[in-house]
């Protein structure tokens, strides 16, 4: 055997793929220790060298015959990988790769080939694994929004077909959300919020028919999608049967949980397809959902056409919701100058919205949606620590005993909010803030009859604080 003949040896049975050498007629001139290791898996152990690999059940088995004959037979058949499936292994199915390359001298005629295999199901089941992880919720196990979405896409795609084709099969979304979740959060913990949510996911996948989605979307916010619907009817139906399994109660941590769920429902039009028509079907449908909510909670609500009057309304709400998660508050400080000496004494704290949708938002735009919501308590309570954490970044540039006092705006939600001495107390805490560089400004309407013994106490303990109190838009109220 010449030297370089018994390098070529060694680098093939050394390899960590298996891999054969066939002569032309198909017979195995060589395999090595990984071949043997790969098909010793299967039943009967690994072939014998010598005997022919065009006679090799495990070959044929899983599909490598056919191409082997095809290198065999035709001289401008070079390489190519191949993927295979083989379910012979006791563990489960193997994933293979294989490569043929045939040998030829200069007339075209076949010497050899070579037949290298790669077993990556390890790596497949790596890949499946990681793919699972991007699209599904980790704690349900049910897609996520990425998913859903990815679904809905191509629902409507296939619905758009059959509509053109003059075939039914509609598409509706559902959008659901628990109602009083963060209640049962707070109050039993976030391990038993947890398990409540994958008893749902449990109790309503088990309802669902076959062919449809139910997607976890974000927190205590769920997404159905359906398909193949005659009507809206029937979507309505699928509602109120979500709603029904829901009704008996859950046991979670030795305790029963009776949850009611407010459900969104929108259909999808004749020539709404692609991403944009999905997204925007989402934001019905979720835009619905809330609108049952504010009617009273545990109810279905249908996206319609007379909800298109308030949509914009509905969508800045919900928006403001996530505006603070988003980091799309911004705080702009407006000077305020002593008349006698002209100089800088201090700053109101302004809010403006960067809305994404409608670019920036001045205060009459969305404090009254805030107010009527209520999400004027958690706006006011960024505002607040936001305006303390500048005030005191810019002491630090200012001779310590140059006057400069901060003016944050305060609702009378949030005047007449139980907690509001603690956060105020809180804040000047966590930011260092001197109290006497504070000043709350509320509204001559903030102390009405009905709340002014009330809210007499509070602005006392405030003043006890060591804040400072202003009178805003002083002259436009009751002292006109």
């Not at 065999?72 to 563990?91: I, K, M, N, Q």
């Not at 409507?156 to 109602?179: H, T």
């Not at 449809?212 to 029937?234: H, K, N, S, V």
């Amino acid at each position: 055997m010449k030297e370089t003949d018994l390098h070529l040896r060694t680098a093939i049975e050394q390899s960590p793929l298996a891999t054969a050498i066939l002569g032309p007629d198909g017979r195995y001139l060589l395999i090595n220790a990984a071949w043997n290791a790969l098909w010793s898996l299967g039943v009967g152990g690994p072939p014998p060298e010598g005997s022919n690999a065009f006679e090799d059940e495990r070959l044929r088995a899983v599909g490598l015959i056919p191409y082997l004959e095809e290198c065999r037979a035709d001289s401008a058949v070079t390489s190519a990988p191949l993927s295979l499936e083989t379910g012979e292994a006791e563990t489960g199915p193997r994933w293979l790769k294989a490569f043929v390359y045939p040998v030829r001298d200069e007339a075209g005629s076949l010497l050899q080939m070579g037949l290298v295999i790669e077993d990556f199901t390890e790596r497949k089941a790596l890949e499946d694994q990681l793919t699972h992880r991007a699209f599904h919720d980790p704690l349900t196990g049910l897609p996520n929004r990425a998913l859903f979405l990815d679904r809905l896409v191509h629902a409507l795609a296939r619905a758009k077909r059959r509509a053109e084709r003059g075939a039914a099969g509609g598409v509706a979304v559902l959008y659901m959300d628990l109602d009083e979740f963060k209640r049962f959060n707070d109050s039993l913990g976030h391990h038993a919020g947890d398990r409540l949510l994958v008893g749902v996911a449990e109790r309503v996948t088990g309802r669902m028919r076959t062919g449809d989605t139910f997607a976890r979307i974000a927190g205590d916010e769920f997404g159905m999608l359906l398909e193949g619907l005659e009507d809206l009817g029937q979507a309505v139906e699928v509602a109120k049967r979500i709603k029904r399994v829901l009704t008996f109660p859950f046991e979670v941590d030795g305790h029963e949980a009776v949850v009611t769920a407010s459900i969104g429902i929108v259909a999808a039009g004749p020539g709404e397809s692609g991403e944009e028509s999905a997204e925007e079907l989402m934001r019905r449908a979720d835009v619905a959902m809330y609108q049952g909510k504010r009617e009273g909670k545990d109810r279905h609500k249908v996206f319609a056409s007379p909800m298109n009057h308030s949509f914009e309304r509905l969508e800045l709400e919900e928006n403001l919701r996530r505006a603070i998660a988003r980091e799309e508050l911004r705080l702009y400080y407006q000077p305020q100058v002593g008349v006698s000496t002209g100089e800088v004494v201090g700053f109101e704290a302004l809010v403006r919205w960067e809305y994404a949708e409608r670019g920036l938002l001045l205060p009459p735009e969305f404090i009254p949606v805030a107010e009527q919501t209520g999400m004027i308590v958690p706006l006011g309570r960024w505002v607040l620590a936001e305006a303390c954490r500048q005030a005191r970044a810019f002491r630090e540039q200012i001779p310590p005993d140059a006057p400069l006092r901060i003016g944050v705006n305060l609702s009378s939600l949030q005047l007449r909010h139980p907690e509001l001495l603690e956060e105020v107390s809180e804040t000047l805490s966590e930011t260092g803030m001197d109290p006497r560089g504070l000043a709350l400004e509320i509204t001559e309407s903030a102390m009405t009859e009905e709340d002014r013994p009330n809210a007499l106490d509070t602005l006392r303990e405030l003043k006890n604080l060591g804040v400072s109190l202003a009178i805003d838009d002083f002259g436009t109220g009751h002292s006109s």
